[in-house]
């Protein structure tokens, strides 16, 4: 397994529980990967076009739904809102949910023409992370701290490969589709707020309140071949002033943490056997902004590819 954020760890762990002796291989630990950054209500941000997409959704659905049974793993079902400003929005999504509605006029931001309310997963990725490292580790996964620079290093260790590297992915089997979708967000103390709300068609631009048990996620910007990793201020100063609009109560809420994230985008999320290199290889990369939301239903895929391998 080349890559040590949640994509990798799930695979790891999907892998594993088969009966496969797996070693992920990562330069970073999934704390210091864009993993982390992710405010994580289960939700398909910039998930790509690919026909799988809805099963990948269904399945990590139920998987994370589970896992809100054990407060250990970090896993909340929470009620929210998705915001739609425009005509004709896709709801595909919902046929996953078992618990959404329509949101009442009442319930609508100025400006918005429709929504839906609808309960999901909520992740606190600290608590989570942690948990799905420990899961791995009971399941006899071992690391190696190490940059790989071409998958056919791998070849004389292992029977299969796995390429879930996120943005690093590409140069690994000569893809050249892979761009970075930057993120910024803020986190601020929870006064109290139990639901979320994400508002993409936001006029002033993209806008997300995800409430977690100890703090709130607050973005946000989605900007395309941005490789910038320093939180911008401006940026900030504006994600403040959306969201506190959105959600009054965090208005002047001291900043716990700031932090930025690179996305790794793709038309479609690739998730196939690739051809052509010293060791079979499958991949699993190109999330968007849905890396945690797909991981468990993208994971299960890869268990079964290699079952075939």
Known sequence: MVGGGVIGLSIAAELARAGNAVTVVADRSATDSVSAVAAAVWFP???G???AVPTWLARSLVRFAELAADRATG???REGMVVERRPGADRSWTAAVPEHREATTAELPPGALAGVRATVPVITVPTYLAWLHARCDRLGVRYV????GSVDECAADADLVVVAAGLR???LVDDDTL???RGQVVRLPNPGITEWVTDDDNPAGVTYVVSRRNDVVCGGVAEVENWDLTPDPDTEA???RRTAALVPALAGLP??????????????VRLERVEGHAVPVLACYGHGGAGVTMSWGCAEAVADLARGS
């Open 45 to 47: 941000y910039r998930a």
């Open 49 to 51: 076009t690919s026909p």
């Open 75 to 77: 896993v909340d079902l």
């Open 145 to 148: 701290r190490r940059t790989v």
């Open 169 to 171: 992915s590409g140069e």
């Open 179 to 181: 761009y970075p979708i």
């Open 238 to 240: 504006a994600i403040l």
């Open 255 to 268: 900043v716990l943490s700031r932090d930025v994230g690179l996305r790794p985008g793709r038309d479609t």
